[in-house]
């Protein structure tokens, strides 16, 4: 039997370039909507929060809770998704979103299991802080 070729669409694709252009930062709905009007696209509400899902289904993006808010953010991690096996440090100040991709995460993986016997799923999850910048930028 054939394999089917997923379905894109322009609008799809713009979606999807915006987060790799973005990949960074988180992105709301929200943000993706407002970059589809400034390029006079018109895309409902609903079909963004239906492409979302199924990046997400896919392992393409990443969805966040945003503590600032109700509403949740994504981030692109790539056709590989390599992003789920880690933690992400966000910065409160600029917002920029870097990964926590080290042997100190393989580390306390360990001991939380040997010690504590829970293991961790790092899917999702954000760590928040300031980055280096926006620390010497600081007057904290």
Do not use: W
Request: glycine content about 4%; hydrophobic content about 30%.
């Amino acid at each position: 039997m054939k394999e089917r070729k997923p379905y894109t669409t322009k609008n799809r694709s713009e979606i999807l370039n915006y987060l790799k252009k973005n990949c960074s930062s988180t992105i709301s709905a929200a943000d993706i909507k407002k970059h589809l009007e400034e390029k006079e696209i018109s895309v409902n509400t609903t079909t963004i929060y239906r492409f979302l899902d199924k990046l997400c289904a896919e392992n393409i993006i990443i969805k966040y809770s945003d503590v600032n808010s109700d509403k949740a953010v994504y981030q692109y991690a790539g056709e590989q998704g390599h992003c789920r096996e880690h933690l992400h440090l966000k910065c409160i100040k600029c917002g920029k979103v870097m990964h926590l991709d080290c042997g100190f995460m393989d580390e306390l993986r360990k001991h939380v299991m040997a010690e504590h016997h829970f293991q961790l799923q790092c899917s999702g999850d954000l760590l928040h802080g300031l980055c280096e910048e926006c620390t010497k930028n600081s007057d904290l």
